[in-house]
């Protein structure tokens, strides 16, 4: 199943829904090894980050209520990522011959970097949803021409079509895709 | 007559032939609902440039390991919770 809004998917995980904690999974993983990557954590302490941002999310999955008024889920996973890695960068300093726990240096800008991030994020979400929404002549079209950069007549060839289709898909996706987008962003 | 939204984009990507350039060149210079299309159009490139660039940096491999690993991590602590209980 996939839940159309981060309410539902949420709700869904504070039930205990299993399914719901792989889609989870595979939502916020790319975001959390990004944001690892920006912490030049190594690609073990990567894999430790989404473990302890996982669990402590499961930890605390059912006292979280998603209420929009009390603040941005955007804001809440990026404090609780922030936190874990920290924890990582703490222990490995720990373990560092002659290096005391010290004020720790995070990267300068880390707000816009995140924010930037999360848009990206939506970006791509937002592509997943499109290709649930549209035909799938229309999503290949798009996707070959608009996203890969594929030339109009090659793609027109390869799904045995007009170029002219080409061109209306690639508008007409893209039309729904922004909307995708607003959608997501209004959720927050 | 207006030019439909494949032809406008043929005309943007220069795809489309001299003299049907050149039409439609004389075309936009007189019709504003075309030349607007056209801005969309231009606006469309802009907001694919930053999905093609999102799509890069969040392309992340999927690790099907790592996430059975977690499964197990998360039945441990359902027990740990309900031992608990």
Same mark, same amino acid.
């Not at chain 1, 720790?104 to 290709?131: C, F, G, N, V, Y």
């Not at chain 2, 075309?27 to 999905?51: N, P, S, Y």
């Given at each position: 199943?996939?839940?159309?809004?981060?309410?539902?998917?949420?709700?869904?995980?504070?039930?205990?829904?299993?399914?719901?904690?792989?889609?989870?999974y595979e939502t916020y993983r790319p975001l959390i090894v990004v944001r690892g990557r920006d912490y030049k954590l190594n690609?073990?302490?990567?894999?430790?980050?989404?473990?302890?941002?996982?669990?402590?999310?499961?930890?605390?999955?059912?006292?979280?209520?998603?209420?929009?008024?009390?603040? *941005? /889920?955007?804001?809440?996973?990026?404090? +609780?990522? #922030?936190?874990?890695?920290?924890?990582?960068?703490?222990?490995? $300093? @720990?373990?560092?011959?002659?290096?005391?726990?010290?004020?720790?240096?995070?990267?300068?800008?880390?707000?816009?970097?995140?924010?930037?991030?999360?848009?990206?994020?939506?970006?791509?979400?937002?592509?997943?949803?499109?290709?649930?929404?549209?035909?799938?002549?229309?999503?290949?079209?798009?996707?070959?021409?608009?996203?890969?950069?594929?030339?109009?007549?090659?793609?027109? *060839? /390869?799904?045995?079509?007009?170029?002219? +289709?080409? #061109?209306?898909?690639?508008?007409?996706?893209?039309?729904?895709? $922004? @909307?995708?987008?607003?959608?997501?962003?209004?959720?927050? | 007559?207006?030019?439909?939204?494949?032809?406008?984009?043929?005309?943007?990507?220069?795809?489309?032939?001299?003299?049907?350039?050149?039409?439609?060149?004389?075309?936009?210079?007189?019709?504003?609902?075309?030349?607007?299309?056209?801005?969309?159009?231009?606006?469309?490139?802009?907001?694919?440039?930053?999905?093609?660039?999102?799509?890069?940096?969040?392309?992340?491999?999927?690790?099907?390991?790592?996430?059975?690993?977690?499964?197990?991590?998360?039945?441990?602590?359902?027990?740990?919770?309900?031992?608990?209980?």
């Amino acid at each position: 199943m996939a839940y159309t809004t981060k309410k539902s998917l949420l709700e869904a995980i504070r039930n205990g829904d299993e399914v719901s904690w792989y889609e989870f999974y595979e939502t916020y993983r790319p975001l959390i090894v990004v944001r690892g990557r920006d912490y030049k954590l190594n690609s073990a302490e990567i894999d430790e980050l989404i473990q302890s941002v996982m669990l402590r999310f499961f930890n605390r999955s059912r006292s979280f209520v998603y209420d929009r008024s009390q603040g *941005r /889920f955007r804001d809440y996973l990026g404090v +609780m990522i #922030y936190h874990c890695a920290l924890n990582i960068i703490r222990s490995r $300093r @720990k373990n560092e011959i002659g290096c005391g726990d010290g004020e720790l240096e995070m990267p300068a800008e880390d707000d816009s970097r995140w924010h930037r991030e999360w848009e990206q994020h939506i970006l791509t979400q937002a592509l997943k949803q499109l290709q649930l929404q549209i035909e799938e002549t229309t999503f290949q079209a798009f996707e070959l021409y608009a996203v890969k950069g594929e030339a109009p007549e090659k793609v027109a *060839r /390869f799904l045995k079509t007009s170029v002219n +289709m080409v #061109y209306v898909a690639k508008s007409r996706a893209t039309s729904r895709l $922004r @909307k995708i987008v607003k959608q997501l962003q209004d959720e927050e | 007559m207006h030019y439909a939204i494949h032809e406008l984009d043929q005309y943007r990507s220069r795809t489309m032939n001299l003299f049907r350039r050149l039409a439609c060149r004389c075309h936009l210079l007189h019709c504003q609902k075309c030349r607007a299309q056209l801005r969309q159009l231009e606006q469309d490139d802009l907001f694919l440039a930053e999905l093609r660039q999102s799509e890069q940096r969040m392309d992340v491999p999927e690790n099907p390991s790592e996430y059975r690993k977690l499964c197990g991590i998360f039945e441990e602590e359902r027990h740990k919770r309900e031992s608990s209980i």
